[in-house]
């Protein structure tokens, strides 16, 4: 008799989970494996967009370093033109030059200051050469901006004809502060793209210049097809809006044949598959490092080859890098510095209450956008001047988390400058010294009018007395004569020694009446001796902060030169003019004759060093007026005299400004 053995409920259960056991294993690897899977895609992904955002970062420093430099050529050649007579032949030379070694440069015109175009190269390019008003697209905003700034600009990109994209570099050139004229430098951006963009680059991208309305201005590119993987930037220079859009084209996405694939070979080979899944993901990722020790190396050169000292701190002062070359600036490793909050180090004790001010307003970020100087001391107690220039330090998500500071060593500048302004006091000293040398025999004439009187008048009191008839009263008025010539003589011999006293330029207020009244005073003897009225209009004036040295000096030349100036006018004619006027924030000090006149050729170089008209002249006199005007923060010009009778004379006119400097 054969029994069967009834199963249980519970042994029923039991065998079910039993069974379902593998297919659990089976579907849990492969979620563990289409996990993995999806990992690996997604790490790929991020490498894949890390990848692109170092080489568009790489393409966007290469195109700013390209533009940067040839802005630091136009800018020296603006400077040349400024100073330079041969300032056509300079353009011609150096413009050409640069057309040969920047192909990317469609255009270089020269503007003067009424939006004219002066001179082009080529001239057969864009604007077929053309002479007078600006070209279309150089607007006139444009240019009325750069002149407004006073700094090189670029112009928003327009389009040609040829439907061609260009953007223009526009430098402001100075003659006598005042903006002379422009460079304007005109890029084609397709073919700025061309010759920057290398070959292997676009082969994995495609390159756009675009705006933010999505116009599109250049592309390079050696791939077809739509990708939604890309990055974009700022195009900073030439900016206007314009952004770098770097697109990265892929292989065709076969992702869920691929992982088909893999999940049924992963399934068939086991561990095998698994190891070499590993061995592969090892294997990029030793490559992966391999690139980023490569791209640090590549870092770490550049920033040991900086000869400018790099640091930078958090939000709450902390130092978190210093370079190689802010370590040798201040003489302490990078060791002593890191994690060090204030005060520093490197701070000079007797400046740590200016210092620590400072450093609070760059936290504050308030920093002078233009830097600022700044006794720092090295680690052997040697003081030295720092320029610093402080910015702010982002993220890569955008976020402010500290300041970087860029220190450059200005002790040998200071010195230097330090130096010439002790040579320019000398040579001021110097000037003063050849002009009293050219009126000795003048003040020798003057003096010897009063000294010939007391004499005269001695005589004649010695007479009387040894008459014996005469009474006190009687010698009284010539021995007050006698006290009247001695304070004249007196005060010639005074004014003479304090105008060659050797002193220290020093603003205080000052009298400009006085002062003129007192060149006046040495000048009088010789405009009598060339039969020259001098007309003085005065106005009640103000004191103005000035060294009242330095405003004689300036006014006894330009008065000694106005009557040199008329020795071929007829006497009827000469005339020197000298006139104050008060605007509200400066004194207009004017002196004008009606002699000859100046050519415009001479103008031109009329305030050069050594450069002179007259046969014993020096050459430095009015080098040194500009000079001392300059110091007081105004302007020193020449321009013709229109109320000369003769139709020719010369005014010039110099400002001094109200307020303390």
């Not at 000795?440 to 009387?464: M, R, V």
Request: hydrophobic fraction near 45%.
């Amino acid at each position: 008799m054969n029994y069967t053995l009834p199963i249980s409920p519970g042994s029923s259960r039991r065998l079910r989970w039993l069974l379902a056991l593998p297919k659990l294993g089976i579907v849990l690897l492969l979620a563990a494996l289409l996990s993995l899977l999806w990992l690996l895609h997604r790490t790929e992904a991020e490498e894949e967009r890390s990848a692109l955002i170092k080489d568009v970062l790489w393409l966007e420093q290469n195109l700013r370093f390209h533009l940067n430099g040839n802005e630091e050529q136009f800018q020296q050649l603006a400077l040349e033109m400024a100073d330079r007579p041969d300032r056509q032949k300079i353009f011609r030379l150096r413009a050409e030059h640069m057309l040969k070694n920047s192909p990317d440069i469609a255009q270089i015109l020269w503007l003067d200051a009424g939006q004219q175009v002066v001179d082009a190269l080529p001239t057969a390019s864009l604007q077929e050469g053309q002479a007078g008003a600006l070209a279309p697209p150089l607007t006139a905003k444009a240019f009325e901006l750069v002149s407004r700034l006073g700094k090189r600009q670029y112009s928003e990109p327009f389009f040609l004809d040829d439907h061609r994209a260009f953007v223009a570099l526009l430098i402001p050139i100075y003659r006598e502060r005042q903006v002379a004229g422009m460079l304007a430098v005109t890029y084609p951006l397709d073919t700025l793209l061309a010759n920057q963009v290398p070959w292997w680059f676009t082969e994995k991208y495609k390159v756009e210049i675009v705006d933010d309305n999505d116009v599109r201005y250049a592309t390079k590119t050696n791939i077809e097809g739509n990708s939604d993987l890309r990055h974009v930037i700022p195009f900073d220079p030439p900016g206007g809006g314009l952004l770098l859009r770097v697109t990265s084209y892929r292989s065709p996405d076969n992702t869920l044949q691929r992982l088909l694939v893999v999940a049924i070979f992963l399934l068939a080979a086991g561990v095998f598959w698994s190891l070499w899944l590993v061995r592969d993901l090892m294997k990029k990722r030793s490559h992966a490092e391999d690139a980023l020790r490569a791209e640090h190396a590549f870092r770490t050169a550049m920033e040991d080859s900086l000869t400018v000292g790099m640091r930078a701190r958090d939000l709450k002062g902390k130092v978190i890098y210093v370079n190689p070359a802010f370590c040798r600036m201040t003489g302490f490793s990078a060791e002593e510095l890191m994690n060090q909050a204030p005060p520093m180090p490197y701070w000079a004790p007797e400046q740590l209450q200016e210092t620590f001010a400072m450093h609070q307003t760059v936290l504050a970020g308030q920093a002078p956008l233009d830097g600022f100087e700044i006794t720092f001391m090295r680690k052997n107690g040697e003081r030295f001047h720092a320029l610093v220039y402080e910015a702010k330090l982002i993220d890569g998500n955008g976020n402010h988390t500290g300041w970087m500071a860029s220190v450059v060593d200005i002790t040998e500048r200071k010195r230097a400058e330090e130096l010439a302004r002790q040579q320019q006091e000398q040579l001021q000293f110097t000037s003063r010294l050849v002009t009293m040398g050219e009126m000795a025999s003048t003040l020798a004439h003057e003096l010897n009018q009063p000294l010939a009187a007391i004499a005269s008048y001695n005589t004649g009191c010695l007479n009387l007395l040894n008459g014996g008839q005469t009474s006190p009263q009687e010698i009284l008025p010539a021995l007050e004569k006698i006290g009247l010539q001695a304070q004249r003589a007196g005060k010639i011999i005074r004014r003479v020694h304090d105008f060659v006293r050797k002193s220290e330029p020093k603003r205080a207020p000052c009298a400009v009446g006085e002062v003129i009244e007192d060149c006046l005073g040495f000048v009088e003897a010789e405009a009598r001796k060339r039969h020259i009225r001098i007309d003085c209009d005065l106005p009640p004036l103000p004191p103005v902060p000035a060294d009242r040295l330095m405003l004689e000096q300036v006014l006894l030349n330009l008065i000694r030169n106005g009557m040199e100036a008329m020795t071929a006018t007829p006497e009827a004619e000469r005339a020197l003019h000298i006139a104050v006027e008060i605007n509200d924030s400066e004194l207009l000090v004017s002196v004008g004759d009606q002699g000859s006149g100046i050519a415009p050729e001479v103008r031109a170089k009329l305030f050069t060093a050594f450069f002179t008209t007259k046969p014993e002249g020096m050459g430095i006199g009015l080098s040194i007026c500009r000079s001392i005007i300059e110091f007081h923060r105004g302007r020193l010009w020449a321009e013709d005299n229109p109320q000369s009778p003769s139709g020719s004379g010369t005014i010039f006119r110099f400002t001094l400004p109200l307020e303390a400097a």
